[in-house]
Every structure is written in C-alpha cells, then in structure tokens.
C-alpha cells in the first residue's frame, strides 16, 4: 500500500491498518511494525510519517547485512520457485542497473537510511555480523521496556537469516526443460489437478518442486556419476560482478559504520579479506554455468533423456498397480 502497488484488496487493507493504529493509538499502546520491504526505494515514507504522529517517541530500526551477502540472498529468493528460463546472478545484476551508479546508489542501505532520516530524527542501524545475536539486538537494545521479550530472546537459540543456496543447476534444469531435453508433461498434469491452497494460490509451485529435485540429482550426476565439479563444467565468473560488490559493500561500511552504536568498522584490509572467502566459497552461487553449451554435451543429454523415461515407466508403473499401491 505504502509503495503505490495494488496488492490485490488495498482498501480493505488500508483500513484494516489505519484502524489497527487508531485502535493502538486510542489506547495508549505502544507498536512494533516488522516490514521487510520498507527498505524499497518506492515505499513513500512521509505518509508512513504521517500514520505515526499520534506517537511522540517512534524509532526506525534497520538490520544492515554486508551487500556481498545480501545481494546473493536476494537474488536467490526472486528466483527459487522459477519454472522458465532466469538469467544468472550476473545477468541479474546487470538487469537491475548494478552497472549504473546512480541505479545501485538506489538500493544502497546508506540510501535507504537517508530517506527515513528525512522524516524521523531517532534510527539505529542494527550489525548482522555482530556477535550479538539480532534478536537480542532488536528487543534488548532498540526496544525500551521490552524486558520479557529481552528475557525469551536471551534464552532462545540465535538462527541466522537463510542465505540462500545455488540456483545454477536449477538454470541448467529449467534450460533442458526449455529445450525439450526434459519431459515435464506429467508433472505438468499432476499440476493443473492439484486443488491445494498452496496450488491455487502460488501456481507453478509443484513443477519447480520437481524441477528442484532435477537440479539436486544432476548436481550428484556431475559429482558422482562425472567425477567432477561445478567448477569443471563451462562457467563464467565475472570479475565486473565481483568488482562492483566489493566497491558497495566497502562503501556502506564506511557510509554506516559511525552510526551504529554496537558496530565496530573492520580494517579494509580485513573486510577485503572477508569478501575475498566468501568469493572464493561461493562461486556456485556467483558464477554461471554456461547451460546451452553444457546442454550440447551427450553426458548431459543422456542424463535428461534418462530421467524422462524413468518419470514415465514408474507414472505407468504406479497406474498399472493402482489396486495394489492403493488402500
């Protein structure tokens, strides 16, 4: 609502907020609103001023994650449940204008505090990387009164936010699909009879399940069957893409470091050395396959052609024995 899109019922949402606050305000209650894409470049953020006025005292409070991680994580979530063809994490990059600098200056979190630091005068920048734990961050540190909330975060285990996993197989995947290596046709039945909520509501859900688990048996295939690595197989891993992560990320840290209480500034130095591991560590992540040209290789071409035809004979299977298998 805060950021011009329509959401599907956006009146009857706005009012349910506006009346959540004014039942809130009318009590004398103090808030806490959660929103993960309150750091959009788009989100409008002197009406959300506006919406606060009857509370004197409100704090705005980010969770900054280094860009080298978070930009990966990112990419992963808008991708992962993709059934056509995605462009890699490069491509991506490039698509969003990371090559511009006025484009990245937009998602930067550095931007991002300067458009809440137009409109409100209290904001903490939480560290992702401090050894405190986030929630005890959050509810000790950022929230006054919050003692039991304090308390529970205390005992409760810290759990990082999921980073993300690699989506190159499942390029390579989605690829042979395109091309017609991969026979999907009865997943594709099996979709169009499913009635599930999560089947009504988020289509395509039970092709790209199966197109996962594609991706994990051709990831065992290239590892076990081959004898190799993903960094054996055609890639390409672009030095601009590195170049341009370590140029944000070295930035932020210097743009947000004095204005975070808890946050302690690492030496270039030893953030280079940071960035470098994580480089090196996730290069299946980083790096694309080059999927066409793999797809021309007859190892690759066997592998699908393979795995359509066990699809069918076990679907056949299962339809011959129906009475048996079934109760």
Not at 274 to 291: G, H, I, N
């Amino acid at each position: 609502v805060l950021d011009g899109r329509d959401s599907g019922d956006t009146e009857g949402t706005w009012k349910t907020f506006h009346n959540f606050l004014d039942e809130a305000s009318a009590a004398n209650k103090n808030i806490v609103l959660a929103v993960e894409s309150f750091d959009g470049k788009d989100i409008n953020v002197a009406k959300f001023a506006s919406l606060l006025k009857p509370w004197k005292k409100v704090r705005i409070v980010l969770a900054l994650r280094r860009f080298y991680e978070w930009l990966p994580s990112l990419y992963f979530e808008w991708h992962r449940y993709r059934v056509d063809p995605f462009p890699s994490f490069s491509q991506w990059m490039s698509s969003i204008g990371m090559n511009s600098a006025s484009s990245r200056h937009e998602i930067q979190a550095s931007s991002v505090v300067k458009r809440f630091k137009e409109h409100f005068d209290n904001i903490k920048v939480l560290d992702y990387h401090s050894n405190k734990p986030m929630k005890i961050q959050f509810y000790c540190d950022s929230i006054p009164g919050a003692e039991k909330a304090c308390d529970r975060a205390k005992r409760e285990e810290d759990r990082r936010v999921n980073g993300g996993g690699a989506l190159e197989y499942l390029r390579l995947v989605v690829a042979a699909r395109r091309k017609g290596l991969l026979d999907t046709s009865e997943i594709e039945n099996k979709e169009k009879k499913c009635n599930t909520h999560q089947c009504k509501f988020f289509p395509g859900r039970v092709i790209n399940r199966y197109l996962h688990q594609i991706a994990q048996r051709a990831e065992k295939f290239q590892i076990d069957s081959l004898n190799k690595t993903f960094m054996d197989m055609p890639h390409n891993c672009s030095k601009e893409t590195f170049a341009i992560m370590w140029d944000i990320t070295l930035d932020e840290e210097k743009e947000l470091g004095p204005l975070k209480v808890d946050h302690k500034q690492l030496a270039e130095s030893d953030l280079r050395r940071e960035f470098d591991a994580y480089v090196e560590k996730k290069r299946t992540k980083l790096c694309s396959l080059r999927v066409d040209e793999i797809l021309e290789e007859d190892e690759w071409k066997k592998f699908f052609k393979n795995i359509s035809r066990a699809g069918r004979e076990f679907d056949a299977y299962v339809e011959k024995k129906r009475t048996k298998l079934c109760s």
